[in-house]
């Protein structure tokens, strides 16, 4: 949506994964158990890098964040019934510099090609990162500590 918070935006997409997650549960008459649903943004400025669609946008993406520092920001939510819970995680990475055969290489793996930003932090990637302040689980794509923290506790869903 124009001009959505990158934060508003993660937290829109992982409430309507789990709302049709439940639809979907109700639908099928299976058991009720929660439905956990995440989604990452990569951000630059207040831009949301998505999943490149070709090479040419996944080589644009990976010169702009070439030499810089840039936001991950996953949400993680949990629908049980009419309890929807929702938990923002924050996180910085910095690349190195790269080249543009570095960047080549890359885009010619195909590794980002699926990944919010255009690359994989648990991947080859990672030999780009100078340094992550956050999350690591965080900006893989489901935070570990949120998901324990909204998953505690939870029992039967309500109605």
């Known amino acids: 949506m124009a001009n959505e918070l990158p934060e508003d935006y993660v937290k829109r997409v992982t409430t309507n994964k789990v709302q049709a997650g439940w639809q979907k ?4 008459q299976l058991t009720r ?3 956990l649903a995440a989604d990452t943004a990569v951000v630059v400025g207040n831009e949301i890098l998505g999943k490149p669609v070709d090479e040419s946008m996944a ?3 990976m010169q702009r964040l070439s030499g810089t520092t840039h936001q991950v920001i996953t949400a993680v939510t949990v629908l049980n ?3 929807l819970q929702c938990r923002l995680q924050w996180n910085t990475v910095t ?3 790269l080249t543009a055969a570095e960047i080549d290489w890359y885009i ?3 590794e980002g090609n699926d990944k919010a930003g255009g690359y994989a932090v648990q991947g080859l990637a990672a030999q780009f990162i100078e340094n ?3 999350s690591y689980s965080g900006i893989m794509g ?3 500590f949120e998901t324990r923290q909204l998953l505690q506790g939870m029992e039967s869903p309500n109605e």
């Open 25 to 28: 549960m109700q639908e099928q």
């Open 33 to 35: 158990k929660p439905i």
């Open 59 to 61: 080589r644009s993406f």
């Open 81 to 83: 019934g009419t309890a």
């Open 95 to 97: 690349f190195c510099q």
């Open 108 to 110: 010619g793996t195909g």
């Open 132 to 134: 992550i302040t956050g």
């Open 142 to 144: 489901l935070p570990l």
